[in-house]
DNA sequence: AAGTGGTCTAGACCACGTC
DNA sequence: ACGTGGTCTAGACCACTTC
């Protein structure tokens, strides 16, 4: 009796139709979402259904939920995108919060490298932001994050980026980092690791390779992160 | 009518006996747990407050669910715990998967440090394994493993260790690793690395210091890992 | 009081694995 | 045919927030 090879089950189907009217701004972050009881009867199915979409979503951290009130599209706050994506601490435990040094913002057209590791066309320009970040008042991390130019339009006017730029991307571009992938190397210092973070020449750095995508799934980061490992790590759970 | 400052969901109450009787042993690696409806009926609530425990518990990866066969144990094969705590990787991706080298066991008393970080008593004693793991037939890392002795009774008589030893933990001990806290930090190569893994001196290399927990909530084992880093990557996705 | 998410139940039916 | 987990529904009641 069971000739479904196409079978999908109910909530995946809602599931995809709830993610695509986010992908298409129908709810701005911030704002609620209709309650579960409500986009069953739009959607014509039973009120557990939706929850258990809404219960997913949250799980991913698309979502939040917060009883008595309703359930919103999740923001990355400054702390939380800090707490979310940045790893580094002192051996021991310790998590630290970086403060910025200096920075340079320019558009250019993008080079081969950067349109390989962004899926971009071969006309398309980037955001280059070269910045300079500190840990405890001490230079720790030099930091290279290319974008993809017509997802920022105009960020190169933004007169004072913030210290977490992911929460700047979703509230001004709509752009929500979802997702990171990274690679983590060792490297000797530079020359210009020296003189950007005074490091010494041939002292270990950590090198991050990260690669940061979007909720409609699109490569929306590159960023380089050298960073001084004297009394300081990566700190990771594995679960 | 609210004057339950200790409320407690009823699936909270499931989750915690189902976990105090996997932490005792009552079932085993492998077998099966009731069914949910059995289970249910034991325990006096729904069937869909057992699933819900169990979906829970699916997602934290203590059990496995398998439709028309059961509920069971998750099993750390040795495939799925390379797989899940074994992060090295080319750069731009392929994840490799390391071969033995050399190793030498034994068990001693424990070092101050030993004992801070394992959480042990002044008279512990730990195992030690040092060794030695190739990547594609070169040796690429260099592995220093201190266990609570009286965790992995009769370890050091293993005739063979296997490649990944947290699967002889699960099939032997009855140890099951859930949760890895790594430290990650870039140094340079010192003599021994050279004479282990043939490294140049002053080269640099990744250092990761990991701390492995159990499903009894408990300190299980430590280990540093020295890891040479020209083309080779600790590749993770944050999520 | 009204509306939201959170918990819990009971039951129907489907898909999968085993016998 | 049977037992298992997987999906879906309908409804009750609880807890929290807002008005």
Not at 195 to 221: H, M, N, Q, S
Request: glycine fraction near 6%; charge should be positive; charged fraction near 30%.
């Amino acid at each position: 009796m069971n000739d479904t090879p196409g079978f999908r089950p109910l909530y995946r189907q809602v599931y995809e139709i709830v993610v695509r009217r986010l992908a298409q701004g129908e709810w701005r972050p911030g704002e609620a979402l209709p309650s579960e009881s409500n986009l069953a009867k739009e959607l014509g199915v039973s009120q557990g259904t939706v929850r258990k979409v809404f219960d997913a979503l949250t799980a991913e951290k698309v979502l939040e939920r917060h009883q008595g009130k309703g359930t919103f599209i999740a923001e990355n706050t400054q702390e939380r995108a800090q707490f979310r994506f940045f790893r580094l601490a002192r051996p021991g435990g310790k998590r630290l919060t970086p403060a910025l040094g200096n920075e340079t913002i320019r558009v250019r057209a993008a080079r081969a490298p950067e349109r390989a590791r962004l899926d971009l066309g071969r006309e398309a320009r980037v955001v280059e932001i070269d910045r300079v970040r500190l840990l405890e008042g001490i230079p720790a991390i030099r930091e290279f994050i290319v974008l993809p130019a017509d997802l920022y339009p105009g960020i190169e006017k933004t007169p004072e980026l913030p210290n977490s730029l992911y929460s700047l991307y979703q509230a001004k571009f709509g752009v929500t980092i979802m997702t990171t992938h990274e690679e983590l190397s060792a490297e000797l210092a530079t020359a210009e690791d020296h003189r950007a973070i005074g490091i010494a020449v041939g002292a270990p750095i950590l090198v991050i390779d990260r690669l940061a995508l979007c909720l409609p799934e699109r490569k929306a980061e590159w960023r380089l992160s050298r960073i001084r490992s004297d009394n300081l790590v990566y700190a990771i759970t594995l679960t």
